[in-house]
């Protein structure tokens, strides 16, 4: 039975469907304050005369806290209301001042700079001063009441805190790790409704698909929710073009298929652009190997040249497994993948590896086997490892230093061996600092009395000892409370009895002695150590450092014993450590020594004599071994460039010498008798010239050169002054690759292919390169491939 109708429904004015859906549509625009008003969100939709089909566009309501749900229109008009909000793009307004909101005691506002983070989705509302997503507004259903459900839709998100907090950033939350969460759904639906138009399709994709490239950069969010939304966007676009159109039911471009082929097109593109910076000029390796998560051995190469400003680069250039670490096997991967990326290998003039047998071998190692194919592919071996070796080595040799070492692994295994003792520790810290702060003994400031804990030190990470050492001296007093503590609680009597021996360690005076010797020794070799690990250090310069540091260890043995003494004295008067008369005889067998012993010392003459003096020597015997400059000729003669103190150390002879003996095929017979001529030419310009007078090392004479277009002039020089810098430093570049690795490598992703691996950590390690390529150029690429 039909329901009956009212009587006034007849005189009620008819509309068709094409007047009511017009009248519905529409909502007028408002200017927008330069200080706008915040107001309470009204989803109704507001009523206006109805407009003609030419107006539609232009009637849409583009601030996003105004605007009427996307549900809330006819359906029949949803694909041209979301093509005229996609054809507008994000509504992302430049305020000269936004306004603040939340706490008042630290009130926080939103930044126009995360527009530039998220411009494929993130709008703002000046009127709401809140900020919300496009792609889901407009494939958004109306709201079932589940809370926060509706955030980025409509009542707008305005917890500023929580924005660039990290892994917790709320806006990379939004975009979630999975590819089917909401927003990635409602970017896919965009993509796809966009393909159905090309003229939008340009106005949308082409900013997401490199701005979405650029928050892996900035942000350094998870590789697989930023590889998931770059290779979509840019796999949207490798459509067949020529056709006009492609059959939406067999697109895979959001496969996985798909996404490693694009970031293998990108990885590509990163390799082109290295071996073009490369050119013709002449480059050096550096390879390393290590185990990845999956236990399979990985092989890095990083390629070292000069670039055309004259400037050292260090490029990560391939990651590829080897079934085995044998010299053969390591010399056919590199081989290979430089002759598939057209590098000549007789363009080497630098090898840069480890100390291990099969790198440095005379005879069959990896270096011996490259010096036959290209005999003027000099091995150097990596200056940070002499370092440690040498640091290692000298605090083996003494037996006092040894035991001191030992002893300090000791107490930092006891301290930090459970999660609760790590607390414990950090709380003693904190109580520490803040009595200190009441008595006035320190003082506060931006990153000053931080809470650490303390380091362990090992003999293949460099740098490790000197950290270990501070840390335990900043955090003295923290360790002996928690010492302390174990040995008064109820724990095992194992567990008690190394708590009881870890703090007799730490109140022994010949401990507290080394402690602070080493410090001394370590704070001199480990600004050497830092300045190793830099990419764009020479050679020469390196030695230089290396000079530097043997010269300030002999001053610390001539000149700081009394310093260090009293250093020593005051930190036992503070915490109430007993020092020993240095005048009595030193006989009890607490210092070592036997009371039967013939030969009896003073206790000043043990410390000062058999554990000062013979520490120091012994760091400098190693360092003097290790980085022997007369065993190095090449690196002698190479010195003989440095423009330091206005070319002071600048040998004509040496230098001529140095091209004639290691460098004869890169100047032919004619070229090296006009050198000679063209640096005494060029050694009274330089004095003279202010751009190139005040200059310390190769480095920047190869750029002032390039910068004053001198090289035309002295190009003799400028050839050979690349020569040398490319010559290796350290491995720290291969290094940090492997620190790559295990981040994208990790426990849950271990079964990831070779391939994909080299293509991965080549785009996150040179990121730089990465962010010059085009989204275009990509899918140009791509589309080839196809």
């Known amino acids: 039975m039909k329901k009956s109708k009212r009587i006034d ?17 529409t909502s007028t625009s408002e200017t927008i304050s330069e200080n706008p008003r915040i107001e309470e969100n009204n989803i109704r939709l507001s009523k206006v005369p109805r407009v003609f089909e030419d107006d539609f566009e232009k009637c849409l309501e583009r601030d996003p806290g105004k605007r009427p749900q996307i549900w809330q229109y006819p359906p029949n008009k949803l694909d041209a209301i979301r093509k005229a909000y996609l054809k507008f793009g994000p509504y992302q307004i430049n305020l000269k001042e936004y306004p603040l909101s939340g706490n008042e005691v630290h009130p926080r506002r939103f930044q126009y700079a995360w527009f530039n983070i998220f411009s494929s989705w993130l709008e703002y509302s000046p009127s709401k ?6 792609p889901c507004y407009l494939f958004s259903k109306r709201p079932t009441g589940r809370p926060g459900s509706d955030v980025f839709i409509g009542t707008g998100f305005r917890n500023w805190k929580k924005v660039k907090n990290g892994k917790f950033c709320a806006f990379l939350k939004h975009i979630g790790m999975d590819p089917c969460s909401p927003h990635n759904n409602a970017m896919k639906a965009c993509l796809d409704l966009l393909n159905q138009d090309g003229h939008i399709r340009n106005t949308f994709q082409v900013q997401s698909s490199e701005q979405i490239l650029k928050n892996r950069i900035r942000l350094k969010t998870s590789i697989d929710t930023v590889r998931w939304l770059t290779l979509q966007a840019c796999a949207f676009r490798g459509h067949d073009e020529t056709s006009g159109s492609r059959n939406q039911d067999n ?28 050119g013709d000029s002449k480059f050096c390796i550096v390879v390393d190997e290590a185990r990845d998560e999956s236990k399979r051995e990985q092989m890095s190469l990083v390629l070292r040249f000069v670039d055309k400003v004259g400037l050292i680069q260090e490029r990560f250039f391939f990651v590829a497994h080897v079934k085995d670490t044998t010299t053969l096997t390591l010399k056919e991967k590199v081989c290979d993948i430089l002759s598939r990326h057209n590098l000549d290998v007789s363009n080497m003039r630098g090898q840069g590896y480890d100390g291990a047998s099969n790198m440095r071998g005379e005879w069959n190692g990896l270096q011996a086997l490259f010096m036959k194919d290209c005999p003027y592919a000099y091995y150097v071996h990596c200056f940070a490892h002499r370092l440690q070796l040498a640091l290692v080595s000298a605090s083996r040799e003494i037996v006092p230093i040894h035991k001191f070492f030992e002893k300090l692994t000791f107490v930092v295994n006891v301290v930090c061996s459970s999660t609760k003792r790590h607390d414990e520790l950090q709380v003693a810290q904190l109580e520490e600092i803040a009595h200190l702060l009441e008595i006035n003994e320190i003082v506060t400031g931006k990153g000053m009395n931080q809470i650490g804990t303390l380091k362990r030190a090992g003999d293949t990470r460099w740098g490790s000892h000197f950290s270990s050492i501070c840390s335990l001296i900043n955090m003295y007093e923290a360790t002996c409370i928690v010492l302390k503590k ?59 450092l290396v000079g530097t540091t043997k010269y300030l260890i002999q001053v610390l043995r001539e000149d700081g014993w009394d310093a260090l003494f009293t250093e020593v004295k005051n930190f036992c008067e503070k915490h109430d450590i007993e020092i020993p008369d240095l005048n009595d005889v030193h006989s009890t067998t607490k210092f070592g020594r036997s009371r039967l012993q013939q030969g009896q010392v003073t206790i000043e003459h043990y410390f000062r004599v058999e554990i000062f003096f013979t520490a120091i020597d012994q760091q400098l015997q190693e360092l003097n071994n290790r980085f022997s400059e007369q065993a190095i000729d090449l ?60 200059l310390s090392i190769i480095q920047e004479l190869c750029s002032c050169l390039i910068a004053t277009e001198k090289t035309q002039n002295f190009y003799l020089i400028d050839r050979l002054l690349p020569l040398i810098m490319t010559l290796p430093v350290s491995t720290a570049t291969t290094e940090r690759s492997f620190s790559a690795m295990k981040i994208i490598k990790s426990r849950l992703r271990n079964k990831m292919e070779d391939d994909f691996l080299a293509d991965t950590m080549t785009i996150y390690i040179e990121r730089e390169i990465v962010a010059s390529i085009t989204s275009e150029s990509i899918i140009d690429d791509f589309k080839l491939i196809k």
């Open 9 to 25: 429904s007849f005189f009620k004015r008819k509309f068709c469907d094409g007047e009511r859906d017009e009248e519905i549509i």
């Open 129 to 134: 001063d809140a900020a919300y997503c496009l």
């Open 251 to 278: 697109s895979k471009y959001t496969s996985h298929q798909i996404q490693k082929e694009i970031l293998h097109i990108l990885s590509s593109r990163v390799r082109k652009h290295i071996c073009e910076e490369i």
């Open 486 to 544: 174990i040995t008064n609680e109820r724990a095992s009597y194992s567990t008690r009895g190394d708590a009881d021996s870890a703090y007799n360690y730490l109140k022994a005076f010949d401990f507290i002695f080394i402690l602070h010797l080493m410090k001394k020794i370590m704070g001199i070799t480990d600004i050497l150590c830092q300045a190793l690990q830099q990419q764009s250090q020479d050679i020469v310069n390196a030695m230089c």
């Open 635 to 694: 690196l002698t003669l190479s010195c003989a460039l440095t423009p330091k103190d206005n070319y002071k150390s600048f040998n004509i002879e040496k230098i001529c010498t140095l091209v004639e003996k290691y460098y004869p095929v890169d100047f032919n017979m004619q070229e090296k008798i006009n050198l000679k001529f063209q640096l005494q030419h060029f050694l009274i310009d330089a004095r003279q010239d202010l751009n190139l007078k005040n």
